[in-house]
């Protein structure tokens, strides 16, 4: 028998041509959305000044199961994709393990990450309705990075509200983001009502991501034919983030393989969702039954820590209300807290598969032991990884090492969202032992606990 | 008939498993390397203090036409090889041209550069004739990356002495290559003698290739057991990279194509000769007749204003001597220039087809137009292109714009070499209006025409 080669590319004909909908096989659907102005559970027309139509229908739609990708679409996809599976030989040598790792591999695009497989779909669908600007809100920057590239594709102009402090830290991410074209605003600003209200309660905040979403939300509402674009956490953007899983399952049919664990970074659950997707399919209708582990940083423990309660999506208290897992609308991660899933909340979709046991396990790491995974896989495999990515790296490495002490051949999968080529600070404080941890104590949670909407 | 793909990826029992040696199949070869100490051709173990045996004899071995490529260097290239050879139709449609564009992107590997393709082999050899430590030198970074990257995985120490002003521009280069172990040196430094040299007739400089390639030879020499890895120009350089010209042909041969056009961009000739490689040989046995580009930067024009000369390859004069085209090995490009092509010379192997007609064409742009094309690209194939490649880039669309005119349907192949990731401060520029052009004049050429030695 040949062995498995160390990446494995579907053709095109081979390329998923619908995404997966989750919703449609879930047993039970997570809550629904509520409006916060009615308090009645939110109708497809309520969304309709923040989505364009078609996105505010994926986002409403729990019944399709599969959703046909637009040509068009598919047409971009080709550009970037499929993306690799990878079989980590060479970490598997290094740990001494019998397990065997397969990563699926988002990086290899300019935006750096995954983030590039919805931006394209939302800016496709708002261009198609006659939408004549967007706006979204990033933190980190993948997302903003993956928007202005499909904006600047489809001729779309673009407004970014990002993290003040990341604006900061990261004058590059704001370079190749105005490179594509997109507009970029440190958030919070003077430019909207929110960022005004927030800058006069702390004119020294370096921002958050729910403070830049509330801005970027009320640009959109309060600009002509303009909507509002989101990377993570909701429904649609899951839907488009199949693709990662439905072309990872259909690699490892292809090499005769099924992962026994399937491990994701989990932030608003983007990656996490659309990675987990096929495969929940399959335990969810009792086919197979995989071992789904979530990964977040300690210092934003949402999953592990969070409450699963309504909650507002964003700082400004202007979005719907949301049940998931959370830490509050108001929380902001520890300063020395680096890279991205540093939201306050989880995907619905998620915190419902999770709740409810279908999601096995969600584990956090402080952000040393996840540069250390970083480090160990960059050495073997040659892939600078992005910080999110290397919290399922470290995962990995530990289900891996537990095999080498059980001597058990376990097939793990995980996802390694992006590339960490502008998250260098990071790995410098890194590489200097100069970086720190800090797990939030329970006084810490409590005040973005006591804020939560009572319904 | 099903439309060719946007990407054509070999399988692993595709890949070629041999390079390809051009010398061996050249009318002509290139004048023999002169030992600066005995002014006589250079002999095989002139070059044994600097340079591992196995690479010494590459280096100097003009007869062997395909070398094996060894197993455990083809395991390291199945970690991110092969690389895509892509079609660019959105390019094609933006420019409303008949010519159908493609490139072999060399983009998606950490180093971000063809540069890895070399940097494996030179530290396999060495490895495996028990060297301890190696030296090099980097410019834009490329280089010093790729080598650490491949240092790391085969658990070698190494220098890097990097050009002064680029380890200042360029922090974070500095931090990947220190992410993979390797220690950095901004060079001019008073770690050498020649280091120091420079720094006292000079104490401002911001150094040059050729400052830091002298001193990574002097830190090799001194150094027990230690040698000296070079990114371009050298023969054995060439060889190693002949892999991207055999992937992208053999790519092309699956789909029916061949290129009437084959561009490379052409700092030290370690790209243009890789990827011209097999096309050259077709050329050179009459087989077909592709017409070859090298682009360059106007403000470093050693092809289109250099003298083909017998020159040192360092600006202290301690290498052997080569026939090349050069500006003097003194040369610097003017503070404006970004990205790398900053090299005084040129492959002799390079030199030589220039010389003597074999390659077509090479020409000279100014950078503000070359960020012009890397834009254009960006937005319609969604790939930030290096300075470097975008170059390649401009003479493509220029050359696609020709046959807009004409009605031509060409087949045009260009070397896509890197990504710009770390060239975001460039680009900054660029965005802003801010970015200048220089080209040299004669009078500004001179000095290093007169400082030629004499032979």
Redesign the interface.
Known sequence: MSKI???I?L??QEMPRQWYNLRSDMPELPDPYINPGTMKPAVLEDLYPVFCEELAKQEMDNTTRYVDIPEEILE?Y???RPSPLCRAY?LEKALDTPAKIYFKFEG???S?SHK?NSAVAQVYYAKKQGITSLTTETGAGQWGTALS?AC??FDMPLTVYMVKVSSQQK??RK??I????GKVIPSPSDKTEVGRSILKKNPETGGSLGCAISEAIEHAVKTENCRYVLGSVLNQVLLHQSIIGLEAKAAMDKIGEYPDIVIGCAGGGSNLGGLIAPFMQDKLTGRKNPYFIAVEPASCPSMTRGKYAYDFCDTGRVTPLAKMYTLGCEFIPSANHAGGLRYHGMSPVISKLYHDGYLDEAKAYEQTRVFDAA?LF???????PAPESSHAIRAAIDEALKCRLTGEEKTILFGLTG?G??D??A??Q??EGMMTDYIPTDEDLKPGFDALPTL
Chains 1, 2 share one sequence.
């Open positions: 080669p160390y990446r590319y053709t095109e971009f080709k550009i970037y060479n290899n695009n300019t750096g590039l590239e600047s594709y004058p590059y370079a190749i105005e490179t594509f074209g480090a960059a050495k073997y495999e040659t892939i600078l590339t080529y502008f260098m600070a790995y410098m890194y590489n």
